[in-house]
């Protein structure tokens, strides 16, 4: 598998200039790790209430490297200029490539992706950072498919090492090389997996926060399952890691899953997740989810 990588890397068209559509947590902190390794990011969104917040995440990302002592204020501000926030499409035309993090809704994504097509230049590259939805049914709307390619982060972004790399069925090999070598650039381990529902780690994480739903609905005390499966040695437990992730992100990933899936997927989940969607309990992002957070949304629960 390094081989593969180290293979796609060398042979990808490099990547100078990036941009990332949708500036949420995850689109923040794509345009953050892009950015502290030299690659300039623009960052576009619909909302100017979403570009605060993905600014608002470099700028804290980039505060926690000052004070770790990794960069010095000048090199925070000059990694800080390459990420350049707008509500336009100012630039597109200039980028290698653009890793689309909007909502994950595939109609919202479709209408996007058709969008974005025509203002970036012929042979850019589009990676979408979709969670579970098929590359070839994301294609759709496109015209140029084999530019298109899955490029899916883990949250937090800016530690997480893993890249999901999806080829769809019309995806070119220039697009794979393109953004296996682009996450390589960022510091991460891509890894070039099939276009299927949930791609590898979703479908495994997806089946323990089944079994984790399965727990609660059987009357399980969250916090308990927790703190054992943290001392079991998973770096956070089951319901933690919901509040991270989002509750509706993961409730989106599980209907994907079991669409594609049925003969394999039990429902309680569903319960459970839509609960805690239905009482806007999504996790950090709402400032609570299982826990209750304080004002930091990234602090740990109170
Ligand atoms: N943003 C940026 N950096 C962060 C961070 C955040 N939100 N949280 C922690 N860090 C950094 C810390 O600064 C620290 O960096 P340093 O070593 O350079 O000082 C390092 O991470 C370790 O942090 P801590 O010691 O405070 O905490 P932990 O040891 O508990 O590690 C963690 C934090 C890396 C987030 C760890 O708990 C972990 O790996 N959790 C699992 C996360 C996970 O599974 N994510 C995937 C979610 S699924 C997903 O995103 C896909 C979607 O499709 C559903």
Request: overall charge neutral; some cysteine.
């Amino acid at each position: 598998l390094k081989k593969l990588c180290r293979v796609h890397a060398r042979e990808a068209r490099p990547v100078k200039s990036a941009a990332v559509l949708g500036a949420g947590i995850m689109g923040g902190g794509i345009a953050f790790a892009s950015a502290l390794k030299g690659v300039p990011a623009r960052m576009k969104d619909i909302s100017q209430g979403q570009l605060d917040l993905g600014s608002g995440e470099a700028d804290k990302l980039l505060a926690r490297q000052v004070r770790q002592g990794r960069l010095a204020p000048d090199q925070a501000e000059a990694v800080r200029r390459g990420i350049v926030a707008q509500l336009d499409y100012a630039g597109f035309q200039q980028v290698d490539l653009v890793v689309e993090a909007v909502v994950e809704n595939i109609d919202v994504k479709h209408a996007v992706l058709a969008e974005l097509e025509t203002m970036i230049a012929e042979d850019a590259i589009i990676a979408s950072n979709t969670s579970s939805l098929r590359i070839d049914d994301l294609a759709v709307p496109l015209s140029r498919p084999h530019n298109f390619v899955g490029m899916h982060f883990f949250n937090p972004v800016p530690v997480m090492p893993l890249v999901e790399i999806v080829k769809g069925e019309k995806t070119g090999m220039a697009a794979v090389s393109a953004a296996v070598g682009y996450a390589a650039a960022m510091g991460k381990t891509p890894v070039v997996v099939k276009d299927c529902p949930g791609f590898l780690v979703n479908r495994i994480l997806i089946a323990n926060t089944r079994a984790f739903c399965q727990l609660v609905a059987d009357g399980a005390d969250f916090e308990l399952v927790d703190r054992a499966m943290e001392d079991f040695g998973w770096p956070m437990g089951p319901a933690y890691l919901m509040d991270v992730v989002g509750m509706d992100t993961g409730s989106h990933v599980c209907k994907v899953i079991a669409a594609g899936y049925p003969e394999r997927m039990a429902s309680t989940w569903q319960d459970v997740l839509e609960l805690m969607v239905g009482h806007k309990r999504l996790g950090q992002k709402t400032g609570a989810g299982f826990y209750r957070y304080e004002a930091d949304p990234a602090g740990k629960p109170v």
